[in-house]
């Protein structure tokens, strides 16, 4: 309590320095308190943030109708659509027949199973969300290695990075992917996410899978050893039952399809954009609900994960009022001095700081904060950099992502084993900074060919059925998302 | 007042020879148990002799607490007391304590323990633990004629009371047990025949090397993965179980158990044994000795010897 204080305090005294008003230095302070109390008091960080919620409007910072409408409501009712529809996927048998397929492969050796199980995370992380993922991989992995003797923790760290890395594919992977798509000016679709970020995620799978085969060499090829004799011995690596996964499966091809097109779907039906992207969740939980009625409620008592929504609603309204109260305009400006406008500068300042400032911060609160900065530079490739210094900034710490924290809790609570700081930061830093060079590499030659913020705005405005818009008329549309978002 | 040798009770300073009925020619049990309860009800005070009566009868006839050769060990709790309380009687004929006890008993050590000492009567056989074993215990003391003796030869036994109980002293033997190199089929054998939840496994040299348990098997049978499923199609007809049947006799136990279980040293004080069940939510502890299995604690066992005994 004493170091947030003084944490706190200082962060006063520097704001005070920075010549903020008042409002501004009680909103950074606000905000940095509830990051201390994310890293310091984990299991609080709910009620701290209801807290800081209740010091914010106390102090007339924050007014109800603004923190309603900062409280990002469509991303939190984005999430609660897909929490319900993985509960679904798991009751139906999906995740059960994914892993079973893993456990049955034949002639498996140790680089096969690290291969599968790093891009099965990636994929799952995209498609689903990074937590259901490594909670799904992390059960695979304790199967396979309570079944073989194996220490899982070098397996499970490989797992993780392999999540992270794959969240940043698309939007649906972590609630950044949302956040900044959602969020953006105007708002980026899931083609968007397709185009600029899943190649570059492959790309930086694939070359921390590589490193991470290499990190491991031993505990792998001690895997190998062990396969191989458990196949001598005609032995599985697990129970294996006839699982009838193909309407789960159907209902999640379908839902990618459904998502995946939201952008033509918006367009052809005068919508704003992401309109169906946010609800499209919503309306397969609601059929899905529908179908399985006995279990609706069970969906959506156990499967949404309420604590983290409402901390991260809280959170987002703090951050709101960081750019409601001009502070990242000033953030922006003192930005734009510091690096200039150079996107050769700029996209590695932004990949670097939102990387380091993620292994110490869970990323979401660090996207939730810069994301305002980003928006005011107004520079396409700034949004992707944002993104993947997030995401792949979360493998450098064992506290860097939700994620992590996750797949650590359920080493803990079934070994009965815990990891060093240092023991992840060694590789979590080699395999951070190779990911952070990759991805700005890519950046560095995809980013000539990204359409820039203009372009978007145009395009953005082609969404609404108006064919009898004039020029000015299209201007003063572009002006007014601006203004919305 | 309890003497003390070295912080531990001298059993000898529990009873007085007043306390002692030598060589009586009682020869029904219940009787005589009577008349034990009348002279120390006289000579101590007990409170309500007839209520003692019926609840040590009521032990009695359930389960004879013949602890040795011609040896009986009677105890009841009793809520008028607030210390342990010995009263000793002998017979050189011997009595027929029960029907299903062969051996005339020739010794009787009745023990009153205060109802809210757990524990108590269990310190004080443990005391007598040594004696108890030898066959010429009863005979000799028997044969002694004067209360005088009887005492004298307690008190020059140089038994004591320990402080407090050791998990040796609540531990049963180790009678179903796996070696390393068996089968899961020679678990499930156990687990079926003897109707137990878990079964040590030693090397052997009889250290403890893991736990099977059923609830292991189960979790084998039927991991996270498979219980996602809400239907239960896929294993309506125990397809899992199918599975294990079919390589148990190639699966070893070391892939089935569980280094997940309580121990307890020998020497380790019995409230250590109750520590680990509460903190372990586990039905048994075993009690080592150094690595070596020695005994077991199970946690039925121990609350009825604790709370009841």
Avoid at chain 1, 49 to 67: K, R
Avoid at chain 1, 100 to 117: A, C, E, W, Y
Avoid at chain 2, 194 to 211: E, T
């Amino acid at each position: 309590m004493l170091i947030m204080l003084a944490v706190s305090f200082g962060v006063g005294v520097l704001t005070h320095v920075l010549k903020l008003n008042n409002q501004q230095i009680i909103s950074c302070s606000v905000f940095i308190m509830v990051i201390m109390a994310t890293l310091l008091f984990w299991e609080y960080r709910l009620p701290i943030a209801f807290l800081g919620i209740g010091v914010l409007v106390g102090t007339n910072v924050l007014t109800l109708p603004i923190f309603i409408r900062e409280c990002k409501l469509d991303v939190i009712l984005f999430l609660v659509g897909m929490m319900v529809i993985v509960g679904v996927l798991k009751d139906l048998g999906l995740f059960t027949w994914i892993i079973q397929s893993v456990i049955k492969t034949p002639r498996m050796t140790g680089p096969m199973f690290v291969v599968i199980i790093i891009f099965l995370a990636a994929l799952m992380a995209c498609t689903i969300d990074e937590v259901t993922s490594i909670v799904f991989i992390a059960t695979l992995i304790f199967q396979v290695c309570d079944t073989l003797k194996v220490r899982p923790l070098p397996f499970i760290i490989i797992a993780v990075l392999g999540t992270n890395i794959g969240s940043s594919g698309t939007m649906l992977g972590n609630p950044v992917g949302i956040l900044i798509g959602q969020n953006a000016t105007p708002p980026l679709s899931f083609i968007d996410f397709m185009t600029w970020s899943f190649p570059i995620m492959l790309i930086t799978l694939v070359s921390s899978m590589f490193v991470l085969l290499w990190w491991y060499r031993k505990e792998i090829n001690l895997l190998s050893e062990r396969l191989f004799a458990r196949r001598e011995m005609n032995l599985g690596l697990g129970p294996l039952v006839n699982v009838p996964y193909k309407r789960g499966l159907a209902i999640f091809a379908g839902m990618i399809c459904f998502i995946a097109l939201h952008h033509y779907l918006e367009r052809g039906l005068g919508l704003g954009p992401n309109t169906v992207l946010i609800v499209a969740p919503l309306v397969i939980a609601g059929l899905l609900m529908l179908w399985r009625h006995q279990r609706a409620r069970h969906y959506i008592e156990s499967n949404v994960d309420w604590w983290t929504l409402l901390f991260f609603m809280m959170l987002f309204a703090k951050a709101g009022t960081l750019q409601e109260t001009h502070v990242t305009e000033k953030i922006a400006g003192y930005f734009q001095q510091a690096f200039g406008n150079r996107l050769s500068v700029l996209t590695p300042a932004v990949i670097g700081i939102s990387a380091l400032g993620s292994a110490f911060v869970d990323n979401i609160v660090f996207a939730a904060a810069f994301m305002p900065v980003v928006n005011k530079l107004q520079q396409t490739p700034l949004l992707w950099a944002l993104l993947q210094g997030t995401c792949l900034g979360g493998n450098i710490t064992m506290i860097g992502s939700t994620a992590n924290i996750v797949a650590l809790g359920m080493l803990e609570k079934r070994y009965r084993c815990s990891i060093k700081f240092f023991e992840w930061l060694k590789v979590g830093l080699v395999v951070g900074v190779v990911s952070c060079i990759i991805a700005w590499g890519c950046l560095s030659i995809t980013s000539r060919y990204m359409p820039t913020l203009q372009q978007r705005l145009q395009r953005a405005t082609l969404h609404v059925k108006t064919p009898h818009l004039t020029e000015p008329e299209i201007a003063r549309s572009i002006k007014a998302n601006e203004t919305l978002h | 007042m309890a003497a003390k040798v070295n912080n531990s009770i001298r059993f000898s300073s529990l009873f007085t020879s007043k306390d002692v009925i030598c060589q009586t020619t009682e020869t029904d049990r219940n009787q005589l148990l009577k008349q034990m309860l009348t002279q120390l009800a006289l000579v101590r005070g007990i409170g309500d002799v007839e209520e003692a009566y019926q609840a040590l009868l009521e032990r009695e006839n359930e389960i004879p607490t013949v602890v040795g050769p011609g040896i009986a060990m009677p105890h009841v709790r009793l809520s008028a007391i607030n210390q342990i309380t010995v009263g000793i009687a002998t017979s050189q004929k011997g009595i027929k304590y029960a029907p299903q006890i062969e051996k005339p008993v020739k010794l009787i050590i009745m023990t009153l323990v205060p109802k809210v000492a757990p524990g108590a009567y269990l310190q004080a056989m443990s005391s007598l633990a040594k004696i108890c074993q030898d066959p010429k215990t009863a005979d000799i003391v028997a044969e002694l004629d004067t209360a005088k003796k009887v005492w004298d030869f307690f008190d020059q036994s140089g038994m004591t009371l320990k402080e407090h109980l050791r998990a040796s002293d609540i531990m049963s033997p180790v009678t179903i047990k796996l070696q390393e190199h068996d089968t899961l089929e020679r678990a499930i054998d156990l687990f079926v025949h003897h109707q137990v939840r878990d079964v040590p496994v030693v090397d052997k040299d009889g250290n403890l090397m893991g736990v099977v348990t059923t609830h292991e098997l189960l979790k084998i049978c039927l991991p996270d993965y498979i219980l996602w499923v809400e239907d239960l199609t896929p294993i309506i007809n125990f397809e899992p179980f199918a599975e294990i049947l079919r390589k148990e006799s190639k699966t070893w136990l070391a892939e089935i158990m569980t280094m997940d279980y309580a121990t307890v040293a020998e020497d380790a004080p019995a409230a250590q044994v109750a520590k680990e069940f509460a903190k372990q939510r586990v039905d048994h502890a075993y009690v080592l000795r150094g690595k070596t299995l020695t005994g077991v604690v199970s946690l039925a066992m121990f609350l009825n010897k604790i709370l009841r005994e």
